[in-house]
């Protein structure tokens, strides 16, 4: 085993890295009875930190 593969990560450094560099989740839900599709539910988010360079859209809002 190498140090890589050894080397634990908290979680909250991991969120941190993620949400530094953005982090994008996509996927789809079906509501289906007797094969029949009631619901679905497309999901498409981009999830990223604000900062000097990523400025807040809801700034004007205040």
């Known amino acids: 085993m190498t ?3 050894h080397r634990e990560i908290a979680l ?3 969120l941190d890295r993620l ?3 953005g ?3 996509t996927g789809d839900i079906t509501l289906r009875i007797a094969e029949v599709d009631l619901v ?3 999901l498409n988010a981009l ?3 604000v900062n000097e360079n ?4 809801f700034e ?3």
Request: avoid cysteine; charge should be negative.
């Open 3 to 5: 140090v890589v593969e």
């Open 40 to 42: 679905r539910i497309d």
């Open 54 to 57: 990523v400025p807040s859209p």
């Open 19 to 21: 949400l530094a560099g």
């Open 12 to 14: 909250v450094d991991l």
């Open 47 to 49: 999830i990223s930190s």
């Open 60 to 62: 004007e809002l205040r």
């Open 23 to 25: 982090v994008v989740i």
